[in-house]
């Protein structure tokens, strides 16, 4: 696979005698990383995951037996984990982060069901009035406070890993707006917490943690 933002008409990569075809994009330990280096085919994908399993829980989460408060873990320890699987290594847009409150969105109106106005007529629930009786971290501070967990492991290892990311190519970067970055969001999450020297701050596992836990906080872009 090649991440470029130039052109290459080539099906086939060589390295020494050996010949490799060139893939778009391919499966790594169930996540998808392609050529374009962005997630949003990978936000998609673990949506209709989500979607899947959703629906083959959906007599849990319609029956009266059940209470809310079950049903609230049915989503969380079942149907959320499959929907934010991986994301932190995600480089989310606003729209991906979007697409994520939707999605959860749509989960919880089905759990609290509708609520009666003042002339004794079931209308939807307005999204704020869903926020206040789930009164839980939200899908997307639970991805950001996952990405800024992540980041601290990535930012204090000495192995691999961190050698990758602290890496500069030696060329000049090209015209235009550059591409977004994993480490961009980072950047921008932890700037809206206060943190500066984030790399620095990472070495101390204490403090990152209240980093962590202030993330959960975090709405989106």
């Not at 696979?1 to 052109?7: A, C, D």
């Given at each position: 696979?090649?991440?470029?933002?130039?052109?290459h008409r080539s099906d086939f990569l060589k390295v020494n005698e050996y010949t490799f075809?060139?893939?778009?994009?391919f499966k790594y330990l169930g996540a998808d990383i392609n050529e374009d280096a962005n997630s949003h085919e990978e936000v998609k994908r673990r949506l209709i995951a989500a979607n899947r399993c959703y629906f083959g829980l959906l007599s849990l989460f319609k029956s009266k037996l059940l209470s809310r408060k079950s049903k609230v873990t049915l989503y969380k320890v079942l149907v959320r984990p499959i929907a934010l699987y991986a994301s932190?290594?995600?480089?989310?847009?606003?729209s991906d982060e979007k697409k994520l409150e939707v999605f959860e969105t749509k989960i919880l109106r089905k759990i609290f069901g509708p609520k009666k106005n003042n002339e004794g007529e079931y209308e939807i629930r307005s999204n704020?009035?869903?926020e206040e009786l789930y009164n839980e971290t939200n899908i997307v501070g639970i991805l950001k406070s996952a990405r800024i967990g992540w980041a601290g492991h990535v930012w204090r290892s000495k192995g691999l890993i961190g050698q990758i990311i602290s890496w500069k190519p030696n060329t000049k970067r090209p015209r235009g707006r550059p591409r977004q970055r994993w480490s961009d969001r980072i950047?921008?999450?932890?700037?809206?917490?206060?943190?500066?020297?984030?790399?620095k701050t990472a070495q101390n596992r204490e403090d990152w943690r209240q980093c962590v836990v202030a993330a959960m906080g975090l709405k989106g872009l």
């Open positions: 696979m090649i991440v470029s933002r130039q052109n075809e060139r893939v778009r994009n932190s290594t995600w480089a989310t847009t606003k704020k009035n869903l950047k921008e999450d932890l700037k809206r917490l206060g943190v500066r020297n984030a790399e």
